[in-house]
Each structure stands twice: as structure tokens, then as C-alpha cells.
């Protein structure tokens, strides 16, 4: 299973990326786990400096926009 993490606060494009992260992992019927991280302080202590970021297992796969669907299904295929 894949984890995929959205961090972000409650701006319009941290929620946009939420939506989407959530379409693709619908659209592409695998199994994720999908947490929204929105501390502040945890989002800092990974030194994202620029929300929304996406995290796939682990490892920053965009900082500072929002992916589409269409993106962030390729990512996902390709193993993060």
C-alpha cells in the first residue's frame, strides 16, 4: 500500500490537491492511505516552506501547487 501524504493548511489550493490526490487514488483503484497533515509545525520540520506539498512514501514529489489528477496519476503509476 502506498502512503500518500497532503500537507497543507486550509488554503484553496491545499484543498484542490486533497481532491485530487483523492480522484487519482479513486480513478487508478489502488490501495493508499492518505493522511492531510496541516500542523504547521510538521509541515516546517520537513522544511516545506510553500504549501500545498505532496509526499508519496516518504519522499516530496511537488512543493508549492497543486497537481492535477491527470499528474498525480502519473506519479503514482510510476511508483511515486
Do not use: F, H, W
Amino acid at each position: 500500500m502506498v502512503k500518500i501524504e497532503v500537507l497543507g493548511t486550509e488554503c484553496a489550493k491545499c484543498k484542490a490537491l486533497a481532491r485530487n490526490v483523492d480522484l487519482a487514488v479513486k480513478e487508478l483503484g489502488i490501495q493508499a492511505e492518505v493522511v492531510k497533515v496541516s500542523s504547521i509545525a510538521e509541515i516546517m520540520s520537513r522544511g516545506v516552506m510553500m504549501v500545498p506539498a505532496l509526499y508519496v512514501d516518504g519522499e516530496a514529489k511537488a512543493v508549492g501547487k497543486a497537481l492535477g489528477v491527470e499528474e498525480i496519476k502519473r506519479l503514482l503509476k510510476r511508483g511515486g
